[in-house]
C-alpha cells in the first residue's frame, strides 16, 4: 500500500509531538514528586545526625552548681564582664561574642595580645567530655579559669579576683550565697594584690603565700569557673534547615523535603554521608564524635606544629582543676575520661578535637589555628589530604569533583540556626538581673 | 547444581544471618582462631557512637567450661581507617562463672570493628577478636 509523503510526515510530526508532551509531562510529574533518594542505611545516618536527638544539657557532677539559676545569672554576669581582666577592657565575650555563634571571625583570638589559638565556638560545648583543641580540660568550668590568666588573653589573675568579688557588693553577695563566706583577704601581708601560680612576678609572690591560703584563693577562683561554666552549659544550637528536612523525611514529606533542601544540597548531604566520610567525625546531633584526629593541618606561618592531643592529656591528666583533683564536686571521682583516656599513642600526635560544624558557615576561619579561611579550602584540603607536618594524617585523598565539592559546601551552609537559648542570655545583663 | 552443594550453601546464609542478629542484639562470637568461645553483654543495648560504657565478657573453654582466674584485656580499632579505641578500657572485676566486667568503652564512628580481647591465664595468653558493625 502506498501513502502520500505528507500524510507520512504529519503522521511522524503528530507522534513526535505526542510522545515529547507526554515525556515533558512525566518529567514534570517526577520533578514535583521526587521518589525519596534514600536508601534505608542513608536514612539511618541523616537521621542520627538530627538535632531532636541530643538530649537536655548534662549536668556535670564535678560542679555541683552546674544546674543552679543563680550560679548561671553570676556565670552570664561575669562572662561579659570586663573587670576580670588586666586592663579592664577584656571579657569572656570578647573572643566568644554572641553575635557570632561566640566566635570572633578572627584567625586567632585577640585580648591582652593574641591568643596562641583561634576563637573556639562554646555553643554545644557542655556536651563535650573535653574543652580546647587538645582537650586539655576536661570541664567547662575548670576551661573557663585559663584563659583569665593567659597573659595574652585576659591577663588577670586569681589573686586579683578574689580582690574584685570582694569589692563589689553584688558580686560578694551573690557569691556568699551560693558557696559561702568569701576569705577575708584584707592582710596585704598574707594575701598579695596580684598573684598566681604563672612565671614571672607574679609566680614570685604565689609561692610567697602559704599552702592553705593558696587554696583559699584557689576555692574562690574555682567557684567563679564553676559559675561560668553554668552559664556556659546554656549555650545550645537551634534546629536548623537540615533539621527540617529530617522532619519532613520522617514524614516521608516530599514536598516539604523538595523545599527545604535544593538538589546541590541533597547531593551534599549525599557526600557528607558517603563518599566525603565527612560522617566518620562530624556524627551525632553536633555533628561531632568530641575525639582526635590527625587530618594534615598545615601550621600557621611562624608557628611550630602543633602536637594536640598527645600533649593535651598530658596537660589533662596533671591539672589539678581536673575531675579528679580536689576541687573537683564530684565525691565519687567517677571521671571515666579522664580514667580511661588513652595517653602516649603514636595515633595522638598531631590529632585535634573535632569542632561541630552546627552554624559553621558563620563560624570562620577554621581548624585549630585559623589556618584556613573559607568552607571552600576547608573542603578543598580534605580532598587533597596532604601529608602531616607531624604525626600521621588519618583521612585519604577524597577525588571529589570541583562540583562535588560545591554541593558539599552548599550542604554545610543548610546547618545554619540561631540558638535554642532564651535570647536575654545572649546579651550583656542588665543592671538589676 | 548438587542438592549437598544447596544445603552448604544454605547452612552458610542461614549462619550468617544468625551472626549478623546476634551482633546486632549486642553479643558476639570471636573469631574460630582463638582457643576460647567468648561472647559478650553491653551495658549499651544496642551500642551507640559517643557514649562511654562497659562490657561483661563470658569467656568459655571450647567445650563450654566457664574460664576463672583470667586477666582480660581489650584493645582494637577500625582496619579500614588505621586507628584504634579511642579510649583505653581495663577489666574492673572477675564476676565469675567466667564473667569479666570491662569499662571505659567507647566508640567514636560507625562502620566495622575489631575488638582484639587478650585472655591471660597464668603464662597462656591468646587473642580472640571480636568482629563489630555499628
Redesign the interface.
Known amino acids: 500500500m502506498h501513502y502520500p509523503s505528507r500524510i507520512v510526515k504529519k503522521i511522524a510530526l503528530g507522534l513526535f509531538l505526542g510522545i515529547s508532551l507526554i515525556s515533558l509531562s512525566l518529567w514534570v510529574y517526577a520533578g514535583n514528586k521526587t521518589p525519596n533518594p534514600w536508601t534505608a542505611d542513608e536514612i539511618r545516618?541523616i537521621e542520627?545526625l538530627h538535632i531532636e536527638n541530643l538530649p537536655k544539657a548534662p549536668a556535670n557532677p564535678s560542679n555541683s552548681v552546674s544546674k543552679n539559676l543563680l550560679a548561671e545569672k553570676l556565670g552570664h554576669r561575669l562572662f561579659f564582664d570586663p573587670q576580670f581582666s588586666k586592663n579592664g577592657q577584656i571579657s569572656c565575650a570578647t573572643c566568644h561574642q554572641p553575635n557570632n555563634f561566640f566566635t570572633d571571625k578572627q584567625t586567632k583570638g585577640s585580648g591582652i595580645g593574641s591568643s596562641s589559638h583561634n576563637t573556639r565556638s562554646i555553643v554545644g560545648s557542655a556536651y563535650s567530655p573535653w574543652l580546647y583543641s587538645d582537650g586539655r580540660k576536661d570541664s567547662l568550668w575548670s576551661q573557663a579559669l585559663s584563659p583569665l590568666e593567659d597573659p595574652n588573653e585576659h591577663g588577670s589573675n586569681r589573686m586579683q579576683i578574689a580582690r574584685l568579688l570582694n569589692n563589689d557588693e553584688n558580686y560578694r553577695r551573690v557569691y556568699q550565697s551560693l558557696f559561702g563566706p568569701l576569705p577575708d583577704i584584707s592582710d596585704l601581708q598574707r594575701f598579695p594584690k596580684n598573684a598566681a601560680p604563672i612565671p614571672g612576678e607574679l609566680g614570685l609572690a604565689w609561692r610567697a603565700m602559704s599552702v592553705q591560703d593558696q587554696k583559699l584563693i584557689n576555692e574562690v577562683f574555682v567557684n567563679i569557673g564553676k559559675a561560668i561554666g553554668a552559664y556556659e552549659r546554656l549555650l545550645i544550637p537551634g534546629p536548623s534547615r537540615f533539621d527540617a528536612y529530617v522532619n519532613a523525611l520522617k514524614k516521608n514529606d516530599l514536598k516539604s523535603q523538595s523545599i527545604l533542601l535544593n538538589d546541590s544540597e541533597i547531593r551534599g548531604l549525599r557526600i557528607f554521608i558517603n563518599k566525603g566520610n565527612c560522617?566518620?567525625?562530624h556524627?551525632?546531633p553536633l555533628f561531632t564524635?568530641?575525639?582526635?584526629h590527625n587530618t594534615g593541618v598545615i601550621s600557621s606561618p611562624r608557628d611550630l606544629p602543633d602536637k594536640g592531643r598527645i600533649d593535651g592529656i598530658r596537660k589533662a591528666k596533671k591539672d589539678i582543676f581536673n575531675c579528679m583533683g580536689i576541687y573537683s564536686d564530684d565525691q565519687r571521682k567517677e571521671c571515666?575520661?579522664l580514667?580511661?583516656?588513652?595517653?602516649d599513642?603514636p595515633?595522638l600526635l598531631g590529632a585535634i578535637r573535632t569542632p561541630s560544624l552546627r552554624n559553621i558557615e558563620s563560624t570562620g576561619p577554621y581548624m585549630h589555628s585559623g589556618q584556613i579561611k573559607t568552607l571552600t579550602a576547608v573542603i578543598e584540603h580534605y580532598n587533597q589530604a596532604p601529608l602531616s607536618m607531624i604525626g600521621h594524617n588519618?583521612s585519604e585523598p577524597l577525588r571529589m569533583s570541583r562540583f562535588e565539592r560545591r554541593d558539599l559546601v552548599a550542604f554545610l551552609k543548610t546547618l545554619e540556626a540561631p540558638l535554642s537559648t532564651n535570647f536575654l542570655w545572649l546579651e550583656p545583663p542588665s543592671e538589676n538581673q | 547444581m548438587e542438592f549437598s552443594k544447596i544445603v552448604k550453601l544454605q547452612i552458610t546464609i542461614i549462619f550468617l544471618f544468625i551472626a549478623e542478629l546476634t551482633y546486632s542484639q549486642g553479643q558476639s562470637l570471636a573469631s574460630s582462631s582463638c582457643d576460647y568461645a567468648i561472647s559478650f553483654i553491653s551495658e549499651l543495648d544496642p551500642i551507640e557512637?559517643?557514649r562511654?560504657h562497659s562490657w561483661v565478657i563470658n569467656v568459655k573453654t571450647k567445650a563450654g567450661i566457664p574460664v576463672e582466674g583470667a586477666t582480660i584485656r581489650l584493645e582494637g580499632g577500625m582496619p579500614e581507617?588505621?586507628?584504634?579505641?579511642?579510649?583505653?578500657?581495663?577489666m574492673t572485676a572477675e564476676l565469675g562463672s567466667g564473667n569479666y566486667r570491662i569499662?571505659?568503652i567507647?566508640f567514636?564512628?560507625?562502620?566495622t570493628w575489631e575488638i582484639k580481647t587478650t585472655i591471660t591465664i597464668k603464662e597462656n595468653r591468646d587473642i580472640c577478636t571480636i568482629p563489630l558493625e555499628l
Not at chain 1, 289 to 292: G, K, M
Not at chain 1, 339 to 343: D, F, L, Q, W
Not at chain 2, 81 to 87: Q, Y
Open positions: 545516618l542520627s560522617i566518620n567525625c556524627n551525632g564524635n568530641d575525639e582526635f571515666d575520661e580514667e580511661y583516656a588513652r595517653i599513642q595515633e588519618e | 557512637i559517643n562511654m581507617h588505621d586507628h584504634g579505641l579511642p579510649t583505653n578500657p581495663r569499662e571505659g567507647r567514636h564512628m560507625g562502620g
